[in-house]
């Protein structure tokens, strides 16, 4: 079976070049410039690229380095053809050569194979909550950091709070998109948040609110080996 995570990729890739093609269309108007119309299309742009970023991430932990040192590889490239520095040259050279190897190293590291296990196990116990067989569980991100979710269930309404929050670690907008799901943030800096739903409407209501906590708060995406459930 063709891997989920590498069509979505493919097809938020599309997105990406069309709205490019479009902004660039918006500019080059015979007309005239539309810079409006070009301003909307960065902004659907720019929500894109960072919705390929976490892809990406999930996908391959070393990610953001191999993107790195491709930059820098371009870098180190384009200012040898412009250096008349014989020495500079030399260093740019040897720039070069470090961080290609350091890429051919990354590249040979084999991707960790997904495991549907993991994904059955919280499926599971979300089921098994909703449905009242479990009154509670909790969901931990990184247990060094004690970044975790808990979730209980009283009278048909689920509780879904949060460890104290690291003010310094998540960003503004992370906490602004926080409180358009429905999330509070006490005076003890942990995020609650009180789920109405019933039967099925309220597991998939909790089916989509962790996965925008996932996707898109960098503050609950952890290494692997942090993350596990706790009943």
């Not at 894109?48 to 191999?66: A, F, G, M, P, Q």
């Not at 008349?84 to 190897?101: F, I």
């Not at 962790?210 to 596990?228: C, G, K, Q, W």
């Amino acid at each position: 079976m063709e891997n989920q995570l590498a069509i979505l990729i493919a097809r938020y890739q599309e997105e990406k070049t069309r709205l490019q093609v479009l902004t660039k269309e918006c500019l080059e108007d015979f007309e005239g410039p539309d810079y409006l119309l070009a301003h909307y299309h960065q902004k659907a742009l720019f929500k894109v690229e960072h919705t390929l970023r976490i892809l990406n991430r999930l996908e391959d932990s070393l990610y953001d380095e191999k993107q790195r040192n491709l930059r820098l590889i371009s870098f180190y490239e384009k200012d040898i053809e412009k250096s008349d520095s014989e020495l500079y040259k030399k260093y740019l050279t040897e720039q070069l050569v470090k961080y290609k190897k350091r890429q051919e190293e990354l590249n040979s590291v084999p991707k960790p194979i997904d495991s549907q296990n993991d994904n059955q196990i919280l499926e599971n116990t979300l089921s098994q909550l909703v449905s009242k067989k479990i009154r509670k569980f909790k969901i931990v991100f990184n247990k060094s950091e004690n970044v975790v979710l808990s979730l209980t269930t009283k009278k048909g309404i689920i509780k879904i709070s949060s460890s104290a929050i690291k003010r310094e670690i998540i960003h503004k907008s992370e906490l602004e998109l926080l409180e358009k799901l429905g999330f509070t943030l006490t005076n003890r800096s942990r995020l609650v948040l009180f789920l109405n739903h019933q039967g099925i409407d309220q597991l998939t209501a909790l089916r989509f609110l962790l996965a925008r906590i996932v996707f898109d708060i960098s503050y609950f995406r952890h290494p692997t080996d942090e993350n596990f459930i706790e009943l």
